[in-house]
């Protein structure tokens, strides 16, 4: 059975910084595409950033310079730096293992 558990959100300043980090059990990590994904209140999830297999990064336009994906795949473990954060990065971040498993997400808040 597959579990993935996001943790290391919180409450920061605009400007600072978290890293998130996404653990996988119970399946082969190394194989599969993972993403961060967020959803604020009142709004539909959205695309933070992806990582494949091989290490390729795709991120959204509003997180592009700031936010950095990665991968070790020795701890089957995903992570997402976050730098310079803005209020509007505020949400519930899930991480995505295979387009198919998703985590209970983690809430990060910015404030102004």
């Known amino acids: 059975q597959v579990h993935v558990v996001e943790s290391g959100g919180g409450l920061v300043q605009a400007g600072g910084s978290l890293r998130l980090s996404c653990a996988v059990s119970?399946?082969?990590?190394?194989?599969?595409?993972m993403g961060w994904y967020r959803q604020a209140p009142g709004k539909q999830r959205e695309l933070v950033a992806t990582?494949?297999?091989?290490?390729?990064?795709n991120y959204a336009d509003s997180v592009q310079g700031r936010f950095t994906i990665s991968r070790d795949n020795a701890r089957n473990t995903m992570y997402l730096q976050m730098n310079s954060l803005k209020p509007e990065d505020t949400a519930v971040y899930y991480c995505n293992y295979y387009g198919i498993y998703w985590g209970q997400g983690t809430q990060v808040t910015v404030s102004s």
């Open positions: 119970g399946t082969i990590f190394s194989t599969a595409t």
């Open positions: 990582i494949t297999s091989g290490g390729n990064t």
